[in-house]
């Protein structure tokens, strides 16, 4: 009989694709999500014994129960995003912490068979991470200052030891959890919420820090969906401060490979990994090449980008992780590039038609 899958968020971006990939290598799936199911999802497994999709919230108590069910292992995504910075503080309680907080509750009620929690947590935990100063070695700027950005007319974080210029370095697991914005603070909220609980509860956990995760399916609550609406119409998309700040761009089937490995690997006690490509790519960069091979419609101009130089509070200069961790203990490897991935990206969305006469 296949293992039980219960995967909370299970109906948006990151757990629809990964619950059409596990249902594709015979898991029997439950996703519980707020909204409804991917259409795709229920196209090509609606009336599938194997999949229950239940719409509800996490703070459902006889739901929960319900998704439990017989489940061995829980994919907990259930989360809220929008964007890092801008969320809704009290969105993002609700659905990170307040959430979470249900989930434990129902694992203490002890009716479950769970043995198994892989949990999405994000790179925003860290906040700026390691950087580099010739003369002062590795160091750990704080967030940065509107005021200071503003003093010094650099948005690049300065030594926090001597004022000097400092480069981005890849920041490893054991990097102190420095992220101050809403979202930052629910997640790490939510990681020791989820480590007291394996060892009150007593299940395995594996703890997934994501980079910036990108791909079909992706909603506007994200910003780079949100670009690539906009370019798709020829509008103009804003970049904040001047373009330069960097991201770890890793694509969503990238990640969901990371999770199946995660899931097949029977791992004891708590594990943390960062989830990227390793490597670092100036935002302008990506808009630019999205823009570039954005579909149109016909006779529509290509887009524009307005770089703003306003800087956006609370928001993370770059963002470099050390992914060695994750290949070296469960061999994996992000395989598909950015460009590669927008392009993959591109190509799923539907085509576009001549305007009409």
């Not at 703003?308 to 200069?317: I, N, P």
Request: hydrophobic share 35%; net charge neutral; with cysteine.
């Amino acid at each position: 009989m296949p293992q039980q899958i219960l995967i909370t968020g299970g109906t948006g971006f990151i757990g629809s694709h990964l619950a059409r990939k596990l249902l594709s290598l015979g898991y029997s799936v439950a996703v519980l999500g707020r909204r409804p199911a991917d259409s795709s999802l229920i196209d090509l497994h609606g009336g599938d014994p194997a999949l229950d999709v239940l719409i509800g919230d996490l703070s459902d108590g006889r739901l929960l129960d319900r998704a439990l069910g017989d489940a061995e292992t829980i994919f907990h995504k259930a989360s809220s995003y929008r964007d890092a910075t801008g969320s809704p503080i009290e969105d993002v309680l609700h659905s990170n912490i307040r959430g979470t907080q249900a989930l434990i509750a129902a694992l203490r009620r002890g009716k479950h068979r769970v043995r198994r929690i892989l949990f999405d947590s994000s790179i925003s935990v860290y906040g700026e991470g390691n950087y580099l100063c010739d003369r002062c070695g590795i160091v750990r700027p704080s967030v940065r200052s509107a005021r200071v950005v503003l003093e010094t007319q650099c948005f690049d974080p300065p030594c926090p030891n001597c004022s000097g210029r400092i480069q981005p370095q890849a920041t490893p697991e054991t990097a102190a959890l420095n992220g101050a914005s809403a979202y930052a603070r629910s997640k790490k909220t939510q990681e020791t919420l989820m480590q007291s609980a394996a060892r009150e509860v007593g299940f395995d956990l594996v703890i997934f820090r994501y980079a910036t995760v990108y791909g079909p399916g992706q909603t506007s609550s994200s910003p780079y969906a949100r670009f690539i609406d906009v370019l798709r119409t020829g509008g103009t998309v804003i970049v904040n401060e001047d373009g330069r700040q960097r991201r770890d761009f890793v694509y969503v089937d990238d990640v969901v490979r990371a999770n199946v490995i995660a899931l097949e690997r029977d791992t004891t006690g708590v594990h943390i990994y960062n989830v990227g490509t390793g490597m670092d790519t100036p935002l302008i960069e990506f808009v630019s090449y999205a823009r570039d091979f954005a579909p149109r419609q016909s006779g529509t101009p290509p887009g524009g980008i307005e770089v703003t130089g306003r800087m956006v509070a609370g928001d993370v200069r770059h963002c470099k992780i050390d992914c060695s961790l994750l290949e070296k203990e469960l061999g994996f490897k992000a395989e598909v590039s950015w460009k590669t991935g927008v392009h993959l990206w591109l190509a799923s969305l539907p085509a576009t038609t001549a305007s009409a006469p």
